[in-house]
């Protein structure tokens, strides 16, 4: 068996420090948009996006894994890929519909998840290694 920091299994860290991190991304994002004169609605966007994909993240969380729930399983990882790709995809529709509405949205929408994403890493290899 493989042996080294990837190979070692770990629980799973909570999920609630990265997302509350990401959100005040988000939250101090709103008073630089306001000195910087940016557009409100596109930091509406974001906020909205992440809030959504914090909500569909929370149900998700609900269902049960594991061998003894498959199905679910399957339901959970379909769930997790459709959130990201359809969050992705609005931001595209948004940026390609108004330029100026887009890519401040998603540079606020990236910096939240990649906030909480690196805080979730670091979490999951700075615990305990399971057996």
Same mark, same amino acid.
């Given at each position: 068996?493989? +042996?080294?920091?990837?190979?070692?299994?770990?629980?799973?860290?909570?999920?609630?420090?990265?997302?509350?991190?990401?959100?005040?991304?988000?939250?101090? /994002?709103?008073?630089?948009?306001?000195?910087?004169?940016?557009?409100?609605?596109?930091?509406?966007?974001?906020?909205?996006?992440?809030?959504?994909?914090?909500?569909?993240? /929370? =149900?998700?969380?609900? =269902?049960?894994?594991?061998? +003894? #729930?498959?199905? #679910?399983?399957?339901?959970?990882?379909?769930?997790?890929?459709?959130?990201?790709?359809?969050?992705?995809?609005?931001?595209?529709?948004?940026?390609?519909? +108004? #330029?100026? =509405?887009?890519?401040?949205?998603?540079?606020?929408?990236? =910096?939240?998840?990649?906030?909480?994403?690196?805080? #979730?890493?670091?979490?999951?290899?700075?615990?305990?290694?399971?057996?």
């Amino acid at each position: 068996m493989p +042996d080294g920091t990837f190979a070692t299994a770990r629980p799973v860290p909570g999920r609630r420090a990265p997302a509350v991190a990401g959100t005040l991304v988000i939250a101090l /994002a709103l008073p630089v948009f306001l000195v910087a004169g940016w557009p409100i609605a596109a930091w509406a966007i974001a906020a909205a996006l992440w809030l959504a994909f914090q909500l569909v993240g /929370a =149900l998700l969380e609900r =269902l049960p894994l594991g061998m +003894d #729930s498959l199905a #679910s399983a399957g339901v959970v990882a379909f769930g997790r890929l459709a959130r990201a790709a359809g969050l992705m995809a609005i931001l595209l529709a948004v940026a390609a519909w +108004d #330029s100026d =509405l887009g890519l401040p949205a998603a540079v606020v929408y990236v =910096l939240a998840f990649t906030v909480e994403f690196g805080l #979730s890493v670091v979490a999951y290899f700075g615990g305990e290694a399971g057996t």
